[in-house]
């Protein structure tokens, strides 16, 4: 059974850095690809960042480039979303997922596991 879960979430100042970490267990993730996505209240799930496994490549969200950097750790399974210079508009839950597939995709509809979500909260 797969499992990806979260943590690193948390209450920040606006201007203020949190690290997110995504532990995948389960199963070998060679050649999976995993990204994260993030849902604010009333609001629809939206495509944050993702880094194929294939050649390595890393694709950001316009409203989070230059301030977000995901990384990963495939001896440990794990993928990290570094989140720098965080604004108001940041605050949502973030969600990890994985798709078995070493091409990214910012779909959502393209993810065959997703974590339980970890809260960013960034007060003004």
């Known amino acids: 059974q797969v499992q990806l879960v979260e943590s690193g979430g948390g209450l920040v100042l606006a201007g203020g850095s949190l690290r997110l970490s995504c532990a995948a267990s389960?199963?070998?993730?060679?050649?999976?690809?995993m990204t994260w996505f993030r849902q604010a209240p009333g609001k629809d799930r939206e495509f944050v960042a993702t880094?194929?496994?294939?050649?390595?490549?890393?694709y950001y969200a316009d409203s989070v480039k230059g301030r977000f950097t995901i990384s990963r750790d495939n001896t440990k399974n794990t993928v990290y979303l570094q989140m720098n210079s965080l604004k108001p508009e940041d605050t949502a839950v973030y969600y990890c997922?994985?798709?078995?597939?070493?091409?990214?995709?910012?779909?959502?509809?393209?993810?065959?596991?997703w974590g339980q979500g970890t809260q960013v909260t960034v007060s003004s």
């Open positions: 997922a994985a798709r078995a597939n070493p091409y990214s995709s910012s779909r959502s509809n393209d993810y065959d596991y």
């Open positions: 389960g199963r070998t993730f060679s050649g999976y690809t």
């Open positions: 880094r194929s496994w294939s050649v390595g490549n890393t």
